[in-house]
Nanobody, 126 residues
Framework: QVQLVESGGGLVQAGGSLRLSCTAS????????MGWFRQAPGKEREFVAG????????NYADSVKGRFTISRDNAKNTVYLQMNSLKPEDTAVYYC???????????????????WGQGTQVTVSS
């Protein structure tokens, strides 16, 4: 049974930073793509960032490009999302997800992922 556990969310002022972590268990970590998604109240879940199994390939939503960085430490079975220059519109529940080693364009689609964490709340005040 694969489990993903997110941490690192919280309340931060606009312009501040947070780092989210997602630790996986239940299967070998390095062979699988990982993604971060978010869902704000009343909105659909949207792609934020994705990373390949080895970490060599990443992609980002246009809304976070240049501000967020996804990375992974396969020795620790953990993927990170460093979020800088946060804006109130970044407020959402953030979810990590695990999927097969698919191409970058397929990382954008939530339905392509097999496993999801429970989510962590990020609130950015203005």
């Amino acid at each position: 049974q694969v489990q993903l556990v997110e941490s690192g969310g919280g309340l931060v002022q606009a312009g501040g930073s947070l780092r989210l972590s997602c630790t996986a268990s239940g299967r070998p970590f390095s062979g699988y793509a990982m993604g971060w998604f978010r869902q704000a109240p009343g909105k659909e879940r949207e792609f934020v960032a994705g990373i390949s199994g080895a970490g060599a390939s990443t992609n980002y939503a246009d809304s976070v490009k240049g501000r967020f960085t996804i990375s992974r430490d396969n020795a620790k079975n953990t993927v990170y999302l460093q979020m800088n220059s946060l804006k109130p519109e970044d407020t959402a529940v953030y979810y990590c997800a695990s999927g097969p080693p698919f191409s970058p364009i397929l990382r954008l689609v939530a339905n392509n992922y097999n496993y999801w964490g429970q989510g962590t709340q990020v609130t950015v005040s203005s």
